[in-house]
Structures are given as C-alpha cells and as structure tokens.
C-alpha cells in the first residue's frame, strides 16, 4: 500500500517536473527591473502577436535578479535598472557581450502620498520634523535606492536624512508604502510615481543633481533560444515599443 | 562578528524575549480556559487561536499591515492618539513576533493543564480554596513545566519570523532588522559570509530552545 502510494507520488512529481522543464518552444523568460513592470507588460501583447513567441517576465530588484541569474536561474534577457548590475553579470560572463545595449534612461522624482499636506518643493525641505520616513530602494544594492542615495549625497543631506530612511527590496515597495501611508516621503522613478493614483510628485530631481540613471538590456548566456531574445531586443527599440516607453515618461537612448 | 551583527542578534533576542512576555499572560490563561471549561464559541476560538500556525506567515503580515497601518483601524487610532507609529517600527517586530508564536504558548500550555488531574483542583476546592487560589497553588504550579516549554517553543518561533515581519517592520538596520530579514537581504544583496555567520547564529539559538523544551516535555511526563 505505501511502496504503491510512493510509486504514484513519484511519477506525478516526475511528471510535474519533466512538464516544467520541457518549456515551450518560442517562451522567452525576461528578468525586468520592477521599474519596468507597467510598460513592458503594455508591450507585451504586441510583441506576443507580431513574433509567436510567449513572454513570461520575472519583476524584481535588480539585484536580486542579478542574484538569480548568478545562480543559474532560466532567464533569456536580462533589463537592469544601472549599469553596474550588468557590469557585474558581464564580467562573469553571464550575458552576451554584443548584445548589450542601453536601452532606457529615467528621472528620480521625490513623491508623497495624494492627501498629504506636506510642503516640499526642495531638498532641504526633506528635513522637516514633518517627514518621519522616506521610502527608498535598498540603498546597499537596489539600483533605485543607490541612485536615491547618490542625490542626497550630492546636495549633501544623506547624513541629515539616513536615519529616516526606510529601505525596501525594490523601488515599487517604496512607492507602495507611501501610498499606504506608512512613510511620509519616498524617492522613487518618475516613471513609477506616473503609475500611481495614490501619490503626489512633490518635486522632480534636477539633471544636473541627479545620477545618470541608464537601463542596460542584453541576451543572458544560456538562453535556450538566443536568436529569439535578440529579436526581442530589437523590438524593444522599435517605434511601438518606443512609444509605450515614453508614454511612462521613460528617457530613450539613441 | 561585528558590532552591526550583534545589535542584530541582540535586538532579535530581545524584540523575541518581548513578544513571548506579552502573549504570555494572554495564553496561559486562554489556554487555561480551553482546557478547563466549555463555553459557546469555544471551537471558533480554537481556530482562531491556531490559525497564525497554518496560514502563510505573509498573509498573516498584511492582514497586520492593514490594521496597523497609519490609516488602518489599529494604527491610525495609536498614531493619532498617543503618536505611535506600528508599521516599519520595532512594535511592529513585537507585533509579528506575537501574533505568529503565540499559537505555539496557547498548545503547549493547553496540554499542560489537561495534563494536572482535575481531582487535585477538586480536592482544594473541598478544602475551601478559592478557584483563583486553586489556580494559583495547583493548577499553575504542577503545569508551569509545560507552559515554559510552550513559552520556549514560541519565543524560538518568534526569533525567526520573516515573513509577516518583512511586511509590516520592513528592514531598517539598526532599527527593524532582525536576524532572519538580515540573513535573506544579506543573500540579496550578495554579502554571501554575513549571511552564514547569522545562519550560524539561528542555528544554535533554535538548537538551544528546541533541546531546553524537548528536556523539560521529558521531565514533566515522567
């Protein structure tokens, strides 16, 4: 009775998993920067139709997708929110060197929550008894927190404000818990603040005092089906994908 | 280790030592209850009472993040009336750490007060004694074994809840970080050896709980 039993579970696992490794042809799994999560699901469709081939995105930190890619995770493309995540990935030889573009630029903005009656217009007004919390990234390695800190070190607050940050696995954690109203303030991408019903950009950070925020987009090695992730990338860079991108209010590189 | 892992294991201990001396008035005498009387609704109780245990520990977190939150039922009451701020503050660690471990306090005890016979309370009762100083001089005293194992189970629980504490206190170091959200950003963010030395660390901490209840189980039963 048991051994019958153990033989059944064994085969429905075996089963399970030899399903889930034979993946479908023409699947192109993409790990985003969960600042891209909104536009690139837009583009999707298009794409999906246009080409045959199936989407299946994994949003996360940067890092973290970094992480998983490091350890072998089965990603086809890989979208980072900075160049440095891609450097590293580079230099171990994880991602295809030439297919490497960057594609996308952003903004920091500083946002508060929609019926917030705080006065913020400059940076100086962050350290305001007011403001208890900001919402950041992971200033240790989340690229939106890094370019975060990178801001207030630049107009040189971030010793004024450390104390009072609160950091989360990724950008769009920042931006849920201002919209919860769990911090006062958050610095987060336009681009996600744009998504946002719930939250106010109080302020836009300047060029000249913000990070150059670049997204890099490259082929990861091991992609099961390589020429089909380039084909992706190029569409990325096509008007109707451009489009999209613009539309979230992202910069595009030429 | 340095100084940053310290504070971490320190403030683990100490939000965990926390958490298990608030529930622990609570359950010993829920558990009390459970064992000794029977009363309508006693079974939804029950269910309640273990449903922390089952559920997905971060279902668990947003249920609190929605109550505790500034402009939940909870959190916006303390916020406005006494200032207190739950969500992404060590209370909240507190709050997690109680709400998840207290279902192990509430087992342990109840079986330790099934476990004292009901002719012992009987006998004081005849004798004149007061249920309160029944309670107090029998009941207590001949279960405090097993309610120090439930008590220890839970705090060993509580030492390693991630994932409603994730949720609600998020991970501010050197406020709300406690050692296993320290161990899965440390992953995260590729500081692979601070991971393993707090691994360590759990490791004997768990290690010590478990044998000193498991120890004191044994003690009681023979």
Redesign the interface.
Known sequence: MISQLIKVSACAILAIVTSAATLRAGELQVFAAASLTDALKEIAPAYEDASGNKLQFNFA?S??L??QIQEGAPADIFISADEAKMDGLQKAGLVLEDSRRSLLSNTLVVVIGANSTLKLDSPQELTQPAI??IALA?P??VPAGVYAQQYLETVGLWDALKDR?????NVRAALA?VE????DAGIVYKTDAGISMQVNIAYEVPADKGPAISCPVAVVKGSRDSAAALAFLKYLQSEAAVTVFKKYGFGIHQ | MGASEWQIVGFTFGMALLATALIFPFGVVLAWFLARKTWPGKSIVETLVALPLVMPPVATGLILLKVLGRRGPVGEFLYKHLDWDIVFTWRAVVAAMAVMSFPLLVRGSRIAFEAVSPRLEQVATTLGASPLRVFLTITFPLAIRGIVAGSLLAFARALGEFGATILVAGNIPGKTTTLSVSIYSDIQLGHDSDAFRLLAVSVILAFAAVWISEWLFKRRTT
């Open positions: 930190g890092n973290t970094t992480r208890k919390r992971d240790k390695g940050v609160v950091p989360t696995e818990a919860a109203g769990n911090a």
